[in-house]
């Protein structure tokens, strides 16, 4: 379970899971620790998510300006909403009037609308005003039903943003799509953490601490030392260019000289990056 600060590409909170732990399980402590994380320079929070974020106590905690173990004041959030037959109910009887179109591709057209749904909640504590609840309608061009036969496909998304329209609203949310997923991809396929190294959870536990701790590492990298070109480079491609310099280090006269193998252009990267990152004062 990672958390992904968006904006800086960098996993603020990570959590080993076994293998059959739903995904919906106390994400409370995860979100609580990744708002933490964040420098005290940040002053605006936002926070979206899939399905597995719609649970009552990660929402409760989102909507409460008087957080504990988080960040005081307005936090506006967008999760994906788990459908069930009350809400499936009022997306049907949303009048078409409001329905407006939202994306559109080869495949089919998507459109999304305002449900006047509001569930059951306990008492405790109150809130200024109710959560928002956004449909999305999906139906295929080509009039051809989906894999289980319906004509067309709806889901929702919950969210405490009232002052943005539905369309904002979720082309903001859809932005995740790709973000995390890309994290996963680099963290398990190019820095080891998708083969576990043994059978022990703690040490399984550090071995994937230890490859969101070099993902982070990169990314700081890039962002503070490489040309801006660079910034979206995965590990691969800064092994061919940096990591993987062939040379030979040379002691001379109370000097140490790196000989490179190849002219300099190469890896000029290297002399781009060490003048700006600090180095230490020689003794």
């Excluded at 504990?68 to 049907?92: C, D, H, K, T, W």
């Excluded at 306990?122 to 295929?140: D, F, G, M, Q, T």
């Excluded at 070099?214 to 491609?237: G, I």
């Excluded at 190849?262 to 020689?282: D, G, I």
Aim: hydrophobic fraction near 40%; glycine fraction near 4%; charged fraction near 25%.
């Amino acid at each position: 379970m990672l958390a992904l600060w968006a904006e800086m590409n960098v996993v603020v909170a990570d959590e080993f899971r076994d293998g059959n732990v739903p995904a919906n399980q106390e994400l409370l402590p995860i979100a609580q620790r990744a708002f933490q994380a964040l420098p005290e320079t940040v002053r605006e929070f936002y926070f979206r998510g899939d399905s597995a974020g719609h649970e009552q106590s990660l929402l409760e905690w989102l909507r409460d300006e008087q957080r504990p173990q988080g960040p005081p004041g307005f936090l506006g959030f967008a999760v994906s909403a788990r459908m069930n037959p009350a809400l499936y109910a009022e997306i049907m009887a949303t009048a078409e009037s409001r329905w407006q179109p939202y994306s559109e591709d080869s495949r089919g057209t998507k459109e999304c609308a305002e449900v006047d749904y509001v569930p059951e909640e306990s008492a405790r504590p109150r809130y200024r005003e109710p959560l928002r609840y956004v449909a999305i309608r999906i139906r295929k061009k080509q009039q051809a039903l989906f894999a289980d036969g319906s004509a067309m496909k709806y889901f929702a998304v919950v969210t405490n943003l009232w002052e943005w329209t539905p369309k904002r609203l979720l082309q903001w949310h859809r932005e995740k799509t790709g973000s995390i997923e890309a994290v996963h991809d680099v963290i398990k396929n190019e820095l080891a953490s998708g083969v576990m190294p043994c059978g022990r959870f703690g040490a399984n536990a550090a071995w994937l601490r230890l490859a969101v701790l070099t993902y982070n590492l990169l990314t700081a990298l890039k962002r503070l030392a490489l040309p801006p070109e660079l910034l979206t480079a995965r590990p691969k491609r800064l092994r061919f260019l940096i990591f993987h310099t062939p040379g030979k280090l040379v002691h001379h006269a109370r000097r140490t000289l790196l000989r490179l193998a190849r002219s300099w252009n190469r890896f000029s990267n290297w002399q781009y990056a060490l003048r700006l990152l600090p180095l230490p004062t020689p003794c």
